[in-house]
């Protein structure tokens, strides 16, 4: 079992920056690739970026390239989401999730956290 949980979401303007992290206990964190999910009321889940085990591959979705960043401590059992530049459609919550590969299908990872609410105005 992993056990993940969710910190630093909030409420920001247009255009400004969070930093989501995503603590992990358990098994082994650097076993597990991991990514980063929201959901937006009325909507489906969405993958919004994952991580390889080593870090050393990233995947983000169309709508937040070049805007938000993962990113993990091994060390730390952590992984990051710095998310900049953000906009009204940011709008959800977001969950963080374990998995044995990096994948883009959330039915690959196994283990969730309990999500933390990210809220932009206008």
């Known amino acids: 079992q992993v056990q993940l949980e969710e910190s630093g979401g909030g409420l920001v303007q247009a255009g400004g920056s969070l930093r989501l992290s995503c603590a992990a206990s358990?098994?082994?964190?650097?076993?597990?690739?991991m990514g980063w999910f929201r959901q937006a009321p009325g909507k489906e889940r969405e993958e919004v970026a994952a991580?390889?085990?080593?870090?050393?591959?990233?995947y983000y979705a169309d709508s937040v390239k070049g805007r938000f960043t993962i990113s993990r401590d091994n060390a730390k059992n952590t992984v990051y989401l710095q998310m900049n530049s953000l906009k009204p459609e940011d709008t959800a919550v977001y969950y963080c999730?374990?998995?044995?590969?990096?994948?883009?299908?959330?039915?690959?990872?196994?283990?969730w956290g309990q999500g933390t609410q990210v809220t932009v105005s206008s």
């Open positions: 999730a374990a998995a044995n590969f990096m994948s883009a299908r959330i039915r690959d990872y196994a283990y």
């Open positions: 358990g098994r082994t964190f650097s076993n597990y690739a």
């Open positions: 991580i390889t085990r080593s870090g050393d591959s990233t």
